[in-house]
Nanobody, 119 residues
Framework: QVQLVESGGGLVQAGGSLRLSCAAF????????MGWYRQAPGKQRDLVATVNSGGTTSYADSAKGRFTISRDNVKTVSLQMNSLKPEDTAVYYC??????????????WGQGTQVAVSS
């Protein structure tokens, strides 16, 4: 019932910037939480940044000071990534949880977008 679509991934040089976006589609009443996670080859999927419906944000230590998560609107979240490092290379996934228009809760993952940072 919900589809999350990530965009904005690509290849950048170390020190560069990239902005990821995630848009939710479907009959959604509300989104309580949206977050960005990443998974590098051979590693688990780790949290990068989150934002809730009240605007409260949180960041992984590796992202703090360089990345900024924001809710562009009720169905869209972005992740501004600055001062990128090779260790930021990963597939980045959007996650959202909330309530469908007819009252049922939902939690969905996007399909991921590749970020590659070269030195």
């Amino acid at each position: 019932q919900v589809q999350l679509v990530e965009s904005g991934g690509g290849l950048v040089q170390a020190g560069g910037s990239l902005r990821l976006s995630c848009a939710a589609f479907g009959s959604i009443r509300s989104i309580n939480y949206m977050g960005w996670y990443r998974q590098a080859p051979g590693k688990q999927r780790d949290l990068v940044a989150t934002v809730n419906s009240g605007g409260t944000t949180s960041y992984a230590d590796s992202a703090k000071g360089r990345f900024t998560i924001s809710r562009d609107n009720v169905k869209t979240v972005s992740l501004q990534m600055n001062s990128l490092k090779p260790e930021d290379t990963a597939v980045y996934y959007c996650n959202a949880a909330g309530t469908l228009a007819w009252g049922a809760p939902f939690e969905y993952w996007g399909q991921g977008t590749q970020v590659a940072v070269s030195s």
